[in-house]
């Protein structure tokens, strides 16, 4: 029964009566994105608007708010030739970010503020890593990050209200721990900067969301141990026979917690990444390609909410805010229908254990490593940079149209209901019996990520839905290899690199063809879902009328 005394639908699901209980589309809650600058392109903010409103997204995440191409922080005038003139005290300007933070919540989208990286007249080390340039340090002067941070929040303030910004939350730098890229100091150095950051921010009001320590990822060995990584550390990593046999534990939670509890600092969310793949380094120094288990992010956050439930800081929120089949823009498998299953697979697993599970990233807009080498580079987004829909942004729709309520919950899918409307919707996938469990994997190519579609076997999908209106339509939308599969309608056109413009028009026609059917449910009220599913297929069931 509801608040207001109305009784709720029950329904009957395999002639089982119902026992609902929220679930919540961790998935929209956050969304990742490459850098704050390429939030000012047309394309971008295109694509944007379009994912924003078909998966419901509530916040997004970008590195870069602080970096030199938003113009935040002005040590000297910039003329343009010549030297440049210092000015006298630093001034701030806010106009790119405004553009940006004004289009995010003109759609209904908040920002999750990534605090970085280092203006370059504040950083004790310049262009650390990616084709852009960031500067990942420590300040000259901490007292100036201070400011910077205290003048960009107090703005913010300013411009969209208290009460708007209260409901942001500020993420203290990104991935510290992997030094030197996204850092070049210590991890004591990283907690100090986080002490001055939180401080600063709840002095302007202490109702104002504040976490971290943003890391990667998680690991078996002692490689983060101490203040900065331990390359010898993960040697034994690197040749182990069963790396799923090994310890994984996430990368200085712990340690974090313990240093902000005996200081009394605040700590209202904690955040990691945690994708489901690693490197180690033999004693050779060679690099070796980990790849978990399919359940490896399950598993993982399921032991990071047991970690903060019996900390010091048992109500801090669990943000993940950055996850995918892997953190590499140069891996084939994310333009394939294969991650479109997996994904789907480990949101519907892992939708109660986390506030948020930020796929990064949107868009193929992205340029950590320079633009991508043709429209399918295994760049991580949904989206291509033609804006052409991959698997994984129909395995992110169906995801969408599912409810608030959860019905049923197999290990093939799930079946909702919308508490607004009680329209009834499902997800079911094939995730093959060949795979044993394993991961996706990562590839260098997309002819090699082909492999996998010889896994099988098909699967049944049987289950009948009572308690249903007679007359009822309900569309089912099929993912499969031969539906919606672009990634492998552009291999077989020859994998063109600079495609014409009908080829592209071609793939975006594939991209949304879905095997589409309609079913109505009897006079019965029963409605009988009886689909075989491919390998690797993804399914959705949703009311139409």
């Known amino acids: 029964m509801t608040s207001d005394g109305v009784d709720e639908p029950r329904y009957r699901i395999d002639g089982r009566l119902c026992d609902e209980s929220a679930f919540p589309h961790v998935w929209a809650k956050c ?64 106009s790119y970010v405004d553009k940006v933070f004004d289009f995010l919540l003109d759609r209904g989208v908040r920002p999750f503020v990534e605090l970085g990286f280092m203006p370059r007249e504040l950083a004790t080390a310049t262009e650390t890593v990616f084709w852009w340039g960031a500067h ?41 721990n992997l030094v030197p890229h996204f850092w070049t100091g210590t991890k004591t150095e990283y907690f100090e900067l986080y002490r001055r950051t939180v401080t600063a921010i709840k002095k302007i009001d202490p109702a104002l969301k504040v976490g971290g320590p943003a890391t990667s990822v998680f690991v078996p060995d002692d ?10 550390a993960m040697r034994e990593t690197a040749v182990a026979a069963d790396v799923d046999a090994l310890d994984w534990r996430p990368v200085w939670i712990e340690d974090f917690i313990a240093w902000c509890a005996e200081r009394e600092l605040p700590v209202d969310f904690v955040s990691t990444h945690t994708y489901p793949t690693d490197y180690a380094y033999g004693a050779d120094d060679q690099a070796v390609a980990i790849t978990r ?18 900390s010091p800081y048992p109500d801090a929120e669990i943000h993940i ?34 506030d948020s599970i930020a796929y990064w990233t949107f868009t193929d807009v992205f340029e950590e490593g320079g633009a991508g080498i043709g429209p399918f580079h295994g760049g991580f987004g949904l989206v291509n940079e033609n804006g052409i829909h991959k698997p ?17 919950a197999t ?50 999908i049987h289950h009948t839905i009572g308690e249903l209106e007679p007359g009822t339509t309900f569309l089912v939308e099929i993912l499969d290899w031969e539906h919606g599969n672009v990634a492998e309608a552009w291999y077989r056109l020859g994998s063109p690199l ?48």
């Not at 007292?143 to 942001?168: K, M, N």
């Open 392 to 408: 994984t942004w129909h395995a992110f729709a169906m995801l969408a149209r599912l409810g608030d309520r959860l019905l049923l």
């Open 136 to 176: 990942c340090s420590p300040p000259k002067d901490m007292a100036r990050w201070v400011e910077l941070v205290t003048r960009s929040v107090e703005h913010w303030v300013d411009r969209y209200g208290l009460a708007e910004v209260r409901r942001w939350r500020f993420e203290v730098w990104n991935e510290p």
């Open 321 to 354: 805010t950055e996850w995918s089949t892997s953190p590499s823009a140069r891996d084939f498998i994310h333009d394939t229908l294969f991650a479109a299953t997996s994904i789907t697979r480990s949101f519907l697993q892992c939708a109660t254990l986390a």
């Open 498 to 545: 600079n495609p014409s413009r009908a080829e592209t028009e071609h793939l975006r026609e594939v991209a949304d063809s879905l095997l589409r059917y309609t079913l109505t449910v009897p006079d019965t009220g029963v409605l009988t879902l009886d689909v075989e599913l491919g390998p690797w297929a993804v399914m959705s069931l949703r009311q139409s009328s």
């Open 223 to 232: 490689r983060y141990k101490g203040e900065v990584e331990d390359r010898p």
């Open 293 to 310: 288990y399919a359940d490896a992010t399950f598993d993982d956050l399921t032991l990071l909410r047991e970690l903060v439930r019996n």
């Open 31 to 94: 969304i990742g994105a490459g850098r704050a600058n390429e939030a000012l392109r047309a394309d971008w903010q295109r694509q944007f608007a379009e994912a924003a409103a078909a998966f419901g997204v509530e916040y997004v995440r970008f590195h870069g708010v602080f970096h030199d191409d938003m113009f935040v922080y002005r040590g000297s005038y910039g003329s343009g030739f010549g030297p440049d003139t210092p000015l006298d005290a630093p001034v701030y300007t806010f």
């Open 411 to 460: 290990p093939d899918g799930v079946v909702t209901r919308d508490s607004r409307t009680s329209a009834t919707s499902a997800v079911f996938f094939n995730y093959p019996d060949d795979m044993a469990m394993k991961g996706v994997g990562s590839e260098n190519s997309y002819a090699a990520t082909r492999a996998r579609a010889e896994m099988g076997p098909a699967r049944r």
